[in-house]
């Protein structure tokens, strides 16, 4: 029995050993392997099935167009495009030297395929595709997308739309179902190889072939936990080199506890989504009477958010809503609090305590209480929401929080519309699509958080949607900005930043994209591992 | 004896914290301060992620933690020894019916069923009750239900009987009595087992999030990088209190265990 044990030891520790020695070295190169940790929920390796590895197909795919660093759409797979018929068709002119992960070439059949058939086939690309009425391919590298109707800012859609190949999605009738061993053939940088659930490790090889040249790297692999706890012990002890999560930093709690570690470095940028806010359904009484919003504003603690959520990693936002690093930001008033004047402007508009009960009631008497729903998964959200409801309390406000989950929340507050308050964030690309400067989180007609009906805000953004022309597109831009800070349809309630930390024992030259985080192009070819 | 009287002692400090909980926490310095500002003269326990004082939370979380343990052991208890009673009492379809739906309840997982219904149902304390309540009376019922096909069978129930008492009169007046000490001691550990399994949802995010109590202030701790910025004072006295709770509950139950030992070896039971 006691040599069946050492035996089994033997050879256990041997195999364990030659794993190690395999990860670090191929024949006699030692191989340079990033290695990040993340806690997204990735539990699929099809791009359409599960959102999260949908995310992490930037690392194996290039799209039409991306993000640059200061938030720019700009080409990737396109080399130049034009719009005809006043934004109803859109002419893209595609580079020549892109190749498949199989060899076969991308051409512009790829691409109007990829365009009809996320449009058909998935549901997640209807609503960015929506106003596309068909793509087809001129030559074999240009490709002409028609539109329903002009859509001046369809770049924006474009940044997310797959370009997928067609000579293996075509046979393929449900792409949520289809889990072949080609289904994350790309054209990027690195080489889909394999996701181990048990070990909860997704690895990628660089491409040799790739059109810009071979990554820095030349193995990436994804380590994923359950908790970030988790995570940043695993980048303590050096088991990963960064993390990720997509549109979201290191929750500034934990910097302190990282800033002892010496072998611990962090890049500190601009977040250009809004971190939190509270989000009125503009629709519904007391909600759609704007001195009510504006006295709401002058009950919250705007700077005591900004310290006790972010630990300081944020300022007051300004009421115009949308964060500065955006082009064409326009300065409104600054949000502050003054509990005297929250008093004053809801004791005009007649909210007040009728029955003596130390609640103010509507101005017909009857009693008040603010719901605000909020999702109970994210502990900041549930911890903020505690102190906006102490906040409103000190003026009289009723408060009842409704903690529900994600998807219950996307329910309430996209499908039903059936929230008064909710507490939620957006992302960067959240606030560029429809016509941008989070227009479509604002506007009835979208996403529409904030049920706004307001014909001035639908006619700045039509006129948004169709203006092709930079100048108007910038007084349009500061026109809508102002509009938010004047009705505050929406109350931004901190401007964040986003924290990436990583290991500066272990690696450099890490690049921040304000939309894919550190998964860009910059940083595989300018990240350089030091072990 | 001993055990008893220390099981009393906890409850008896927990329960009066709860109840003059806003009292106790004007008399104690609590200032509002950096997050996770450890022990001081200004927080005697330090402070939590958002800055403010953890002995504060301790206090009005003790509100939460008795409240929901004593209320849905008190309703679980309450449903159980109803189920218990008329089934052992009147057996027959009656028995078969509710003895069927105690077996089925008890093969349930209670556990993971709690996890699941918590997760379904809006996160309230009341619905925490609920749930606690309505998976845990089982235990309750089978022991309340054997006692009682014991006693049924006794020669007082078949004298009382003859001299024409009705069911009711029975149940009311001698079986409830007879099975009340049993009654007592299932409800104390229905106590001291709800409080953990309230500590227990609320840890994993399903507790009511609009209340302090000592399981939140884990899951915050927990969730929220107590445990990596070193920040034991967030966690370690809620961990403490949770278990001086389950314990002292626990005590008092072997403590009238041992009672009812003692007198039925000096043949005083009746």
Known sequence: MKKMLVVFLFVAFSVAGCIGIEKVQDGENVQKILKIGTTMPIKADNIFVDYYFGILESVFNDRLFTIDERGKIVPELVESWKVEEDGKVWILSIVKNATWHDGEKLTAEDVAFSINYLKAKVPGFKAHLALVDRAEPIDKYTVKIILEKPWASFLANLVVVRVIPKHVWEKVENPLEYYGEDRNVGSGPFIYKGFDKTAGIITFEANKNYRLGKPNVDKLIFKLYKNTEAELMALKRGDVYTTYFYARGLDPIYVPALLADQNVRFLVETNFGVDNALWFNNKLYPYSVKEFRIAISYALNYSEYSKTITAGYAETPKAGFVPPGWSYYKETRELVRDLAKAAEILDSIGFKDFDKDGWRDLPNGSAFTMKITLRSDLPESTRLAEMIKRDLEEVGIRVKLVPVDGMSFRKIAEQERSHEVVISRTTMWGMMMWAGYGSGYVDSRNIGWANVEDQELHRIVDEMLKTTDEARVKELAHKIQDLYAENLYVIPLYWGKIIQPYRADKIEGLVYNPMMGILNKKTWFSVKVKE | ?270
């Open chain 2, 1 to 270: 004896m001993r055990l008893e009287l220390l099981g009393i002692a906890i409850i008896s400090f927990f329960i009066f914290t709860a109840i003059f909980a806003p009292v106790i926490v004007g008399l104690i310095p609590h200032d509002k301060s950096e997050p996770y500002s450890p022990p001081s003269k200004n927080n005697l326990l330090g402070t939590n992620d958002i800055g403010e004082d953890v002995l504060v939370e301790l206090i009005y979380g003790s509100r939460v933690s008795m409240f929901v343990g004593l209320t849905s052991a008190f309703v679980s208890t309450i449903i159980g020894s109803f189920v218990g009673i008329i089934s052992g009492y009147y057996r027959g379809f009656l028995d078969d019916f509710f003895g069927g739906l105690i077996d089925l309840f008890l093969v349930l997982p209670a556990l993971p069923l709690m996890i699941l219904l918590a997760a379904y149902l809006e996160p309230s304390v009341w619905n925490i009750i609920l749930v606690i309540a309505l998976l845990w009376w089982p235990n309750t019922a089978r022991v309340v239900r054997a006692k009682v096909l014991e006693l049924r069978e006794s020669q007082f129930v078949e004298g009382l009987r003859c001299l024409g008492a009705n069911d009711l009169y029975i149940i009311t007046r001698h079986i409830i009595p007879n099975v009340s000490d049993l009654l007592f001691a299932n409800f104390t550990l229905s106590v001291a087992r709800a409080i953990l399994l309230e500590a227990s949802l609320s840890f994993i995010g399903l507790g009511d999030p609009t209340y302090e109590s000592w399981g939140s202030m884990l899951h915050y701790s927990m969730k929220r990088g107590g445990l990596l910025n070193g920040a034991w004072w967030s966690f370690v006295p809620a961990g403490i209190c949770v278990s001086l709770a389950t314990m002292s509950f626990m005590l008092f139950a072997m403590g009238l265990e041992d009672r009812k030992k003692r007198t039925k070896a000096i043949g005083l039971e009746v």
